[in-house]
């Protein structure tokens, strides 16, 4: 996309239409992003051992999730400094901002490799004793970790095909191996169509290769349509003050997204010490939840470079559209999102063949944390909308408070009273809506004195 063609859309085009046209592709490929993780687990339950591979596969979330963390964060903050880049039509310095996060994309894919090959056995026996379980886990993460590249270097593409306006060529590259990940899930894992039978092997085996897909039909719409940023070798030397530049603004992110996998891996062990089945039906509701708040996090991945480019142009009626707009979009989300887990609950749950215990607790899980969607909504997007205006540590301070500060201390507390029939486990589940209720307080409150401080003052 030509340079004149990216500010007419990102410069002049009604706020509202603009969000719109950039966040519908992306929400729907995290949407789609977040359906194939649900897949993944479907098929999982199937299989022999069914359940107890879906407990490996929560165990082994934390992790992947904290991939996904490194590689978004670092996308963000190149996502951040290539869209002030473009809008102060400082061309040179954006290309050397896609270049530095190639670079960047190199060593996390190492760190998480050595990972994979020395860190998994450890880490799996932190949260499980049971032997089949740990050899699930452990074969399952290894495979993930090992072969990171496909979803590290996507997330980064993925935040510089968005910053350039080209968000639709990262939506087709999502879904492409989306597509090809739940094409690949039942041949692999039941061994059809003269594949042998890998099971939870054949699992991670279909995950990585989709990643790997994604990321090379992200890395070809750049080269071929990305026009306004320039592509080189020479652009991939490390340059320290463009890294630094970059994590300003992305190690917040990142720090706020590792927060998840923290809050998922001490959930886990708070759960597994009162009964695996919890476990199991947390793991499971969370890959169903993220169905909404993926759309959530789309959306807030077109808030952020809408008002980081308003921003660079110093123009505040557009940032101040842009807050307002996308504020309201995300709310919408959560509003029905919030809904439709309420209304199908019962047969979202069914459909994994859970034993009785296990699925009554996965919809009690359903119902009630969903009742935090509005809160967790306005949270997400002013994280998205304080990062854009250069308050990552308010940003951060959000996260702290959502997935850690208020969930862990409150999630043990709970777990004391739980009866050992589980009969009254419900509880567990309302440190979500508290979490994020307050959390929502907060972030409101340091949403007012960033915008004082840097909006009002322009």
Not at 35 to 42: E, G, K, P, Q, T
Not at 150 to 177: D, N, R
Request: glycine share 8%.
């Amino acid at each position: 996309m030509k340079q004149e063609n990216i500010m007419k859309k990102m410069g002049t085009m009604p706020v509202n239409k603009l969000m719109l046209s950039m966040g519908i592709p992306i929400i729907i490929s995290m949407m789609l992003q977040a359906l194939y993780n649900i897949v993944d687990s479907a098929f999982v339950s199937n299989m022999e051992g069914g359940e107890l591979g879906l407990n490996a596969l929560t165990l082994a979330f934390p992790v992947q999730m904290l991939m996904v963390a490194i590689g978004i964060g670092t996308g963000v903050g190149v996502n951040v400094l290539m869209s002030r880049c473009l809008g102060q039509q400082d061309t040179q310095k954006a290309a050397r901002v896609a270049g530095n996060a190639i670079f960047l994309g190199l060593v996390i894919t190492a760190l998480f490799m050595l990972f994979g090959i020395f860190g998994v056995r450890f880490y799996v026996a932190t949260q499980t004793a049971n032997p089949e379980i740990t050899k699930m886990a452990i074969t399952y993460l290894r495979i993930c970790c090992v072969i990171s590249f496909g979803i590290v270097f996507f997330s980064i593409f993925e935040k510089i095909l968005q910053a350039a306006g080209l968000s639709t060529h990262s939506t087709i590259a999502q879904i492409s191996g989306a597509v090809i990940n739940i094409i690949l899930d039942p041949i692999m894992i039941y061994g059809l169509l003269g594949f042998p039978k890998l099971g939870i092997a054949g699992a991670a085996l279909a995950t990585v290769i989709g990643q790997i897909a994604s990321f090379l039909i992200a890395l070809t719409f750049h080269l071929k349509y990305n026009k306004s940023v320039k592509n080189g070798l020479r652009y991939i030397r490390p340059h320290g003050g463009i890294i630094k530049e970059i994590y300003v603004v992305g190690l917040p992110a990142i720090i706020a997204q590792a927060l998840m996998s923290v809050m998922t891996y001490g959930i886990n062990i708070i759960l597994g010490n009162v009964n695996e089945s919890l476990v199991t039906a947390y793991g499971l509701y969370y890959k169903i939840q993220q169905f909404i708040l993926f759309a959530a996090f789309g959306l807030r991945d077109a808030i952020t470079p809408v008002v980081s480019f308003s921003y660079g142009m110093k123009n505040k009626n557009r940032i101040k559209d842009s807050i307002r707009y996308g504020i309201m979009y995300t709310l919408i989300i959560m509003i029905i999102g919030t809904l439709a887990l309420g209304v199908f609950a019962t047969p979202l749950c069914e459909a994994f063949g859970l034993s009785g215990t296990t699925e009554k607790l996965c919809i009690s899980a359903t119902r009630i944390i969903s009742l935090s969607f509005v809160f967790a909504g306005t949270n997400v997007a002013l994280q998205g909308i304080l990062q854009a205006l250069d308050s990552g540590l308010s940003s951060l301070i959000i996260s702290i408070c959502r997935q850690l500060l208020f969930v862990l201390p409150v999630t043990w507390a709970f777990s004391l009273f739980v009866n050992p029939n589980l009969g009254n486990a419900w509880i567990l589940w309302l440190t979500f809506i508290i979490a994020e209720a307050v959390s929502a307080v907060i972030s409101i409150l340091l949403m007012r004195k960033s915008y004082q401080v840097k909006v009002k003052t322009i």
